[in-house]
């Protein structure tokens, strides 16, 4: 199962009907996902596992049998010591039997622990 990536110029009017659904229903899809990334979307609910009580390795998001995750990896000196530097969010359809990888973002510290910047990959 691949993730499909946002694509502002679909759908497009010179595709099929077929085809204009199956666009919409990407791009509709990866908007409600960058918004359950941002921790908040009505009705999806969220479990922390793994790490530990104050850095879990995992944030789940699910509504029925839909999941979204974000793996955390922690900083462990310098100014992103304590602070989220890497997050890996994943797509799954069904109960997290399958994901497919959404993104990753790198999250960037000066050395006073400020937020410099964030990158995707």
């Known amino acids: 199962m691949s993730y499909p990536i946002q694509n502002w110029s679909k759908p497009s009017w010179s595709g099929t009907g077929t085809q204009f659904a199956q666009d ?4 509709m899809q990866v908007i409600r996902d960058a918004v359950i990334m941002s921790g908040g979307f009505y009705g999806w ?9 104050d850095k879990p390795a995992r944030f789940t ?11 955390v990896t ?4 310098g100014g992103a010591n304590g602070s989220p530097v890497v ?3 994943s797509y799954s359809p069904d109960n997290g039997t399958t994901w497919a990888a959404i ?18 990959s």
């Open 45 to 53: 609910d969220m479990a922390a596992s793994g790490g530990t009580a």
């Open 103 to 120: 993104k990753t973002k790198t999250i960037n510290y000066d050395t006073s622990g400020n937020v410099t910047g964030t990158i995707w």
């Open 61 to 71: 998001y699910a509504m029925g049998t839909e999941q979204v995750k974000a793996d």
């Open 87 to 89: 997050v890996a969010y």
């Open 24 to 27: 919409t229903r990407f791009n």
């Open 74 to 77: 922690w900083g462990v000196s």
